[in-house]
Nanobody, 122 residues
Framework: QVQLVESGGGVVQAGGSLRLSCAAS????????MAWFRQAPGKEREFVAA????????DYADSVKGRFAISRDNAKNTVFLQMNSLKPEDTSVYYC???????????????WGQGTQVTVSA
């Protein structure tokens, strides 16, 4: 069982930056692929970024490519999402997720956090 807790959300002006963190509880979390998703009100949850357990593979949704960066620190069981040049359309609840297999661009993840709100004002 893996428990995931997101933090770092908040309110930021357009063009600003935020860094989200996701702390995993299990000692074996370093073997899990991790990903970030987001869901805006009235919209479906969408894939944002993913990182393999070693960190050697990363993938991004086209909408965030070049602005967001996913990384991980396995010694601290934590994955990060650095978000730069934020836009109002990035406003969503952001969720981290973990899975035994690297599955970018899908919602097929076994473990999910509770989410953290990111609001970007114009």
């Amino acid at each position: 069982q893996v428990q995931l807790v997101e933090s770092g959300g908040g309110v930021v002006q357009a063009g600003g930056s935020l860094r989200l963190s996701c702390a995993a509880s299990a000692r074996t979390s370093s073997r899990y692929a991790m990903a970030w998703f987001r869901q805006a009100p009235g919209k479906e949850r969408e894939f944002v970024a993913a990182i393999s357990w070693s960190g050697s593979s990363t993938d991004y949704a086209d909408s965030v490519k070049g602005r967001f960066a996913i990384s991980r620190d396995n010694a601290k069981n934590t994955v990060f999402l650095q978000m730069n040049s934020l836009k109002p359309e990035d406003t969503s609840v952001y969720y981290c997720a973990a899975n035994s297999y690297y599955k970018p661009f899908t919602n097929d993840y076994h473990y999910w956090g509770q989410g953290t709100q990111v609001t970007v004002s114009a």
